[in-house]
């Protein structure tokens, strides 16, 4: 199957879909840190015998790591959700993502970064987010 690739339109008629997936990403993300932080602190408090034992106390292990698994699994998900649309999400927070694309014969990539209004830049497939420049005439896309 063939690579998808969008033209500058086609990646700025996408974006919002992305924000949006990215913005729940964000928040699952968020939510799984703090949860493998208490699993962190709860793992210590143990270790040092601070923590309550015995019939009367949960075991809050079990739960929080079938939580945390579940997330994963919704993490995994939802990132591989990117990739099917064709797009590569290159960093989670802030977001960053690529459009793959042609330019004049040439594969590239249109690069968005979170906070910009539009995808307006491109790279090269070897060059990073540094080498970016501006997409030729990307004011006038849509």
Not at 47 to 63: H, I, K, N, Q, Y
Not at 65 to 70: A, C, N
Not at 94 to 108: A, K, Y
């Amino acid at each position: 199957m063939k690579p998808v690739t969008f033209t500058i339109e086609e990646a700025n008629a996408l974006l919002p879909e992305l924000q949006e997936d990215l913005i729940k990403l964000q928040l699952l993300t968020q939510q799984f840190e703090m949860k493998f932080e208490l699993l962190h602190q709860l793992t210590k408090q143990r270790r040092e015998g601070t923590l309550p034992e015995g019939p009367e106390a949960s075991d809050p292990f079990f739960e929080l790591e079938t939580q945390l698994e579940f997330m994963r699994m919704e993490v995994e998900l939802a990132i591989g959700n990117f990739e099917r649309k064709g797009v590569l999400l290159k960093m989670i927070n802030p977001g960053l993502i690529d459009f793959p694309s042609v330019l004049n014969g040439e594969e590239i990539l249109i690069c968005w970064k979170q906070g910009e209004e539009r995808a307006a830049y491109y790279h090269g497939y070897e060059d990073g987010y540094k080498a970016r420049k501006r997409y030729p005439d990307a004011g006038l896309a849509n």
